[in-house]
């Protein structure tokens, strides 16, 4: 039984999903070899094989951060740079972990609507700097979905993939809200990753409902090579690996990854209706995954504070992210909107 509570601040912030945790306890029955030589880690895996329609090389890690520093790492050399929006996550919330991990690659910083990488800014960039007073360029980043809660849609994504190929970089996709990308576009995860030119995916689990653990899947192996040494040196050769895999094997069998997203992206829907209908607020980026983002006056955003509401600012001045989970409920949603309404008429 979950309490529940007035969280809108992340979907991290949400339990572990009943799949997850039931396959967690099933395999607490056993003992099992360590440092990933167990079953679940190898079904976990397979399934991700299935899941792409490819045979490729896949990873436990701990965190997104790390995901996306080793992967980084993986495809630049020190001297090299990432390419990225300028409010990606590996910008401005990993504490430098892809620097720090690719021995100094430059984040190259471009702009684009709506959280999306605008590609004639990555054209312009890769035209002026290319050179060794510079740096060389040697990957792309995008997040999918994206940090301000849009999603690239596959021709987009396509487009960047054929930037990166022409300039010769690597396509890396941080996809902590992958999962969350695939049920807005109802697609087949080929169809916006290595089927349309991208590299390398960290694929989130812990914001999708597992305990903790994402996946970084290399979709051609000649790139994974020695990631494993990669992945040690950094501490992320977990010895009860199989409790990392066996919460993602729970989201993986019977599509409760695909459900757990839908559920937080139809929540994050009706909550924007609810906000715009009735309460005459409006979405400040579209809702295309479980994300909602409000313009608020202070005098709004310290009275749902003071009646439990917990959210967070996310763009200066007044934008307030409200994010959904699979964890969220009607309940939440219209107590949410209705302490709105009700704050908002109280003037
Ligand atoms: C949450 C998140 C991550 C990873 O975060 P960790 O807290 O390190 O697990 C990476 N990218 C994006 C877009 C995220 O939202």
């Not at 090389?57 to 996306?68: I, Q, R």
């Not at 992958?178 to 349309?196: D, G, H, Q, R, Y």
């Not at 019977?254 to 829907?269: C, S, T, V």
Request: net charge negative; hydrophobic share 40%; charged share 25%.
């Amino acid at each position: 039984m979950i309490v529940e509570r007035h969280e809108f601040s992340s979907d991290n912030v949400a339990p572990i999903c009943p799949e997850a945790w039931a396959a967690l306890e099933e395999a607490n029955t056993h003992y099992a070899p360590s440092y990933g030589e167990d079953r679940w880690t190898a079904r976990a895996c397979d399934r991700v094989r299935e899941i792409f329609e490819i045979d490729c090389d896949v990873y436990f890690v701990f965190t997104g951060t790390v995901a996306n520093a080793l992967a980084l790492a993986q495809l630049c050399k020190s001297f090299q740079s990432v390419i990225c929006h300028r409010h990606s996550h590996i910008q401005t919330d990993e504490c430098g972990a892809p620097e720090f991990f690719t021995g100094g690659s430059k984040l190259l910083l471009v702009g684009g609507e709506d959280g999306k990488i605008d590609t004639g800014q990555v054209e312009a960039l890769l035209n002026r700097q290319n050179e060794p007073h510079s740096h060389k360029p040697g990957a792309i980043s995008i997040s999918q979905a994206t940090e301000f809660g849009t999603v690239y849609s596959r021709d987009v994504i396509a487009e960047v993939a054929d930037l990166a190929r022409t300039h010769q970089l690597f396509l890396h996709m941080d996809g902590a809200r992958f999962a969350n990308a695939i049920a807005s576009l109802n697609c087949a995860p080929k169809a916006i990753t290595w089927e349309a030119g991208v590299d390398v995916l960290c694929f989130g689990g812990t914001k999708n409902g597992a305990a903790v653990g994402e996946f970084v899947i290399f979709f051609d192996k000649k790139i994974s090579r020695e990631f494993d040494y990669r992945a040690k040196q950094a501490g992320h050769l977990g010895s009860k690996m199989r409790f990392l895999a066996a919460s993602w094997l729970g989201l993986l069998t019977g599509d409760a990854w695909l459900r757990n997203a839908q559920h937080a992206n139809d929540a994050a829907r009706r909550l924007a209706d609810g906000l715009r209908k009735e309460a005459g607020i409006k979405n400040v980026f579209s809702v295309e995954a479980n994300a909602v983002f409000v313009s608020m006056e202070e005098r709004l955003a310290s009275g749902l504070h003071a009646r439990g509401w917990r959210f967070y600012k996310f763009i200066e001045p007044d934008v307030y992210r409200l994010m959904c989970s699979w964890a969220t409920t009607d309940r939440a949603i219209s107590d949410f909107v209705g302490d709105v309404s009700s704050i908002s008429l109280n003037k």
